[in-house]
């Protein structure tokens, strides 16, 4: 079964730094596009950023030039640096993949959340 597991977020002041990571465990064959989305409070689900199996990348304009992403292919892993976090930055972060497991077809998979609060 394939799992997405985040780790980092937590609370940082205004301008500050955070760096959010994903890690794929399972038996998969191969993993397509992975990324992060947010959910802030009562807003929609949002795409931050995404990298694809070619390392093109694809950011929000909110966070052009502030946030950068990154996969390490060998571990199934996608990070996202983020500086010069801002109040409206805060939300729910979800890791997203598109991948093939082995004996499975293609889809979506979804981390469980992780919370990013900047404030000061």
């Known amino acids: 079964q394939v799992q997405l597991v985040e780790s980092g977020g937590g609370l940082v002041q205004p301008g500050g730094s955070l760096r959010l990571s994903c890690a794929a465990s399972g038996r998969i064959r191969n993993i397509d596009i992975m990324g992060w989305y947010r959910q802030g409070p009562g807003k929609e689900r949002e795409l931050v950023a995404s990298i694809s199996s070619d390392g093109s990348t694809n950011y929000a304009d909110s966070v052009k030039g502030r946030f950068t992403i990154f996969r390490e292919d060998a571990k199934n892993m996608v990070s996202l640096q983020m500086s010069g976090l801002k109040p409206e930055d805060t939300a729910v972060y979800y890791c997203?993949?598109?991948?093939?497991?082995?004996?499975?077809?293609?889809?979506?998979?979804w981390g469980q959340g992780t919370q990013v609060t900047v404030s000061s």
């Open positions: 997203h993949a598109k991948l093939t497991p082995f004996g499975f077809p293609y889809r979506d998979y």
